[in-house]
């Protein structure tokens, strides 16, 4: 549960979703939690074509 509160919280602060997405994504996390919370964290970081969350580093 508190990953949906989360993930309501994150939606809600993203600047680059206008409201009927950000409506639409806030439904997804209720009606389908889990899935809607998988979902969530893979389109983040595309949807603007930057990632401004965590990232991990491989060293070469």
Do not use: C, E, K
Request: proline share 3%.
């Amino acid at each position: 549960m508190g990953s949906v509160v989360w993930g309501v919280f994150d939606v809600i602060r993203d600047d680059r979703l206008d409201h009927t997405a950000t409506a639409l994504w806030v439904l997804l996390l209720f009606v389908v939690p889990l899935f809607g919370i998988i979902a969530w964290l893979y389109a983040r970081p595309r949807l603007g074509g930057q990632s401004d969350g965590l990232s991990l580093r491989t060293r070469l």
